[in-house]
């Protein structure tokens, strides 16, 4: 075998003609030899992608555990159990596994974009070896194969076209144009072409529609157009999200803070000649109160709960992690066919009577040549109940009809076929004959209007006059302008042969895939949120720039721009011109991850949608990619983060809202946890440092930050979306958990929490000396607390650390709902779980003190009812706080907001 055979997979056979393409393989018309195809099986390997290896389950299980809070949390038990405290250790492994579970289950689907782009490829193929045609499994095409294709067949590799006969493939998938590529083996190209303009090039897992013809192949496996899709599935790599990245910043964050309040405490130990094992458990009670175990936990609750709240808007999310991240979405790049259009060919303008009009004002019975004409005059048929078979541009003639409520079954029973003229290539038109009432007959011809019009005379016979025909060329022209593929049709009289000579022009059609209806309004909601809408497609330029400039995404061709000019650019030239750019046209799968990378570099948080296997790669290469349920092919769900299942690109406005107001609630859960804890690190560490023994036991912690803060933290996370949340740019992806206010917040509301325990836990040795006449001092009040001498005394101390502790932080729950908003007027039948958590808490924390059982096992004392409503209303007082601190907190927002509008408004040039 030469070296020229070897190196087959890098020539491009578009350039070349079918002599030298043949020669190129060393083949003949007679086929390669089987002796000759089984050595070239062993240079080239099966016809089939290279396997990825598959994560185990338990592979799978593990991995929801990487991550920076769970290690600590580890380490918290395996501490925990060395020091014998097997109580708090057994909660806090159940929580970890509680999150793996969770998370492993919603992201149980492995990816399967390999598998699923295996399921395209055709598991037989028709070919010619030894002059001998033979059906044999596709994975054994070898370079130099010539195989058969007929309508109905997949291409079952990459093959350069020899022999065309009407030939038109199917590669919407591949290229996301919506017609079929008419063929033709004897183009040659003159220089490189993208996919959808080789029109004498078929690709593997691409369907023939119509015709037949022969094809040699010249690339197998991964060397194909989808093969190297595969490579670029499996070499974009998994990124974290924005939250993930924030989560696992405050997870070291945590870890340093842990590892610093010890060695103070040990610091503190040796200063004040404390036991060192009593300093040792009370630097793990310090260290437990330092981690919110819960987080991890109420993060992927809330993630799967905000999963099940978009099944309810029409979408299914693969992976948790990506729910937040559309909240941060600011560019959605959207494929233009199936996505922002109907991926349905429609008539939207017809020209007759030497009037041009839109279809949806033509009245049948006027027009009822054109439409009659133009509906018989068709191979394709619309059944009774709704299957659509037929060539796209054919069924856009005959739902004209049926717009109309005329049928074509209707129209053949009066008017049956009796010879047709089927359309080619060469001649570019088709012509039906059809049987009249009367016994006369007529037919139909219907094509190109270049084609059609020299065959067309006046009803006197003689041609037809140069007004007449520029008054046709001029309506086609404008037709054209506005991206609508146009055809012509022309009538004969009294004639059964089929002849398309001596025709009498009837009128034209221009056909377009519409946009849907419901995207230009998604459109405008996505530039009133501040986020930037890009089309991408393999379609035409003039046919993408129609669509986007009808739906709002472009206003100007200098913001469209072609595969040609974009091979020509390297990624970093891209980078430089892709903020003024709108519409990207005849792209390759190359081409719109090189997009995708380009408005990346540029800080942006960029959502891709698609629904074709030419998106796949570009969906796995965005932050978050978007999948169409209904039409999108198995790899491209394969690869997406998320699907729609209706196709219905406003959907995604929705997605974005719910996206958006779950990272809102995750945040303030988080700030409300985070805050929770500092109070109990100020509350224990202040106390130790005054010499005092610890107000909080660790179970009052663990009970504390599992139990009593995990209702209102979930309640947080699912709170509604406010009306104005689209209103809003998205946030910066770079800003972390604590931007805009929420360091303040966390601290602030921290050292009050911590405050308040810490002085309902001075208050009772405080009221005893004074009620003795004793003076207030720390030597007297740790005399008071010594759990040897006044157990009792100082079992009801940390009994009021700890319920104040509890009920202050429940307190603090109502206003961390809606930070900018006061708490008298948000609404709060809006989140029952609120109210609900609210009363759990108060009841659950009246349980460890009133209920015997409970009270031994905290080893708290009971409360009286003035005592209990005295530290109810101490407890208060974090809400008050929330509600002077608020307005504060707004006008620093709305600077942040206006900042944000500017920068997008250059952005936009």
Known sequence: MTEEIQSA??????????????????????????????????????????????????????????????????????????????????????????????????????????????????PFAMVRRDNKLGEIPASELVPGDIVVLEAGRIVPADVRLIQTVNLKIEESALTGESVPVEKDARFVAEGELGIGDRINMGYLSTGVSYGRGLGLVVGTGMQTEMGKIAKMITEEKEKPTPLQQKLAGLGKVLGVLCLLICAALFV????????????????????????????????????????????????????????????????????????????????????????????????????????????????????????????????????????????????????????????????????????????????????????LLPHCVREDGKPISEDEKAQILDASSEMAANALRVLALAMKTGDETASEEDLTFVGLVGMIDPPRPEAPGAVVEFN??????????????????????????????????????????????????????????????????????????????????????????????????????????????????????????????LAV???????????????????????????????ICIGLLSPLKAIHILWINLITDSFPALALGVDPPEDNIMKFPPRDAKAGLFSNGGMVITVLFGIIIGGLTLAAYLYVPISILTGAGE??????????????????????????????????????????????KSVFSVNHLQNKMMIFAFIIGFGLQIMVTEVPFFVGVFETASLSLQEWLSLTAVCTIPLWVHEIYRPINNHFIEKRTEKEKAKKGALNG
Request: hydrophobic share 45%; charged share 20%; with cysteine.
């Open 9 to 122: 997979g890098e020539t491009c056979y578009e350039e070349l003609s079918i002599e030298e393409s043949l020669a190129k393989l060393e083949t003949s018309d007679d086929g390669l030899s089987a002796a000759e195809a089984a050595s070239r099986l062993e240079t080239y390997g099966p016809n089939a992608f290279a396997e990825e290896k598959k994560r185990s389950g338990i592979a799978r299980f593990f991995s929801q555990l990487n991550d920076p809070m769970i290690f600590i949390l580890l380490a918290a038990t395996v501490v925990s159990a060395f020091l014998k405290e097997y109580t708090d250790a057994v909660v806090i492994v159940a929580i970890i596994l509680i999150n793996a579970i969770v998370g492993m289950v919603q992201e149980s689907k492995a990816e399967k974009s390999l598998e699923a782009l295996k399921k395209l490829s055709s």
């Open 657 to 687: 809202r719910e996206g958006r107001n779950i990272y809102n609630n995750i945040r303030e859960s988080v700030l409300f946890l985070l805050s929770s804890n500092l109070g109990e690190i100020f509350t224990m560490f202040f106390a």
């Open 775 to 820: 003076p207030v001092t720390i030597a007297n009040i740790d005399a008071l607390l010594d759990p040897a001498l006044h157990a009792e005394t100082y079992a009801r101390a940390q009994t009021f650390a700890f319920t104040t502790l509890g009920i202050s932080q429940l307190f603090n729950a109502l206003g961390f709902r809606k930070l900018h």
């Open 268 to 451: 503190v130990a040796m200063i004040q000649h404390r036991d060192p094992m009593e300093m040792l458990l009370t630097a793990i009670s310090l260290a437990v109160a330092a981690i919110p175990e819960g987080l991890p936990a109420i993060v992927t609750i809330v993630l799967a709960l905000g999963v099940q709240r978009m099944v309810r808007v029409n979408t299914i999310v693969r992976k948790l992690p990506a729910v937040e991240t559309l909240g941060s979405v600011s560019i959605v790049c959207s494929d233009k066919t199936g996505t922002l259009t109907q991926n349905k060919m429609t008539v939207t303008m017809v020209y007759s009577n030497g009037a041009l009009k839109p279809a949806s004002q033509a009245v049948y019975l006027e027009e009822k040549l054109l439409y009659d004409g133009f509906i018989l005059c068709t191979d394709a048929e619309v059944t009774a109940d709704g299957l659509r078979i037929g060539d796209p541009t054919e069924l856009a003639l005959v739902d004209l009809g049926l717009s109309k409520d005329v049928t074509k079954h209707e129209l053949e029973k009066g008017m049956p076929r009796v010879n047709e003229l089927a359309f080619d290539s060469e001649r570019k038109m088709m012509t039906t004959v059809h049987r009249l009432d009367d016994g006369g007959v007529i037919s139909f011809t219907k094509g190109a209007v270049d084609k």
């Open 528 to 653: 009133g949120a501040s986020i930037t809408t890009v089309m991408i497609t393999g379609d035409h330029r003039d046919t993408a720039f129609a669509i986007a400039k009808e739906i709002g995404i472009a206003d100007s061709p200098e913001q469209c721009i072609s595969g040609d000019a974009l091979a020509l650019m390297t990624q970093e030239q891209l980078n430089a011109a892709v903020p003024n750019l709108r519409v990207f046209a005849r792209v390759s799968p190359q081409h719109k991850v090189m997009i995708v990378k380009a408005f990346q570099s540029h800080g942006q948080i960029v959502s891709m949608t698609g629904d074709g296997v030419n998106d796949a790669p570009s969906l796995k290469a965005a932050d978050i990619g978007v999948a169409m349920g209904i039409t999108g092919t198995d790899v491209s769900k394969s690869a997406a983060d998320m699907i729609l299942t209706d196709d219905n690109f406003a959907t995604i406005r």
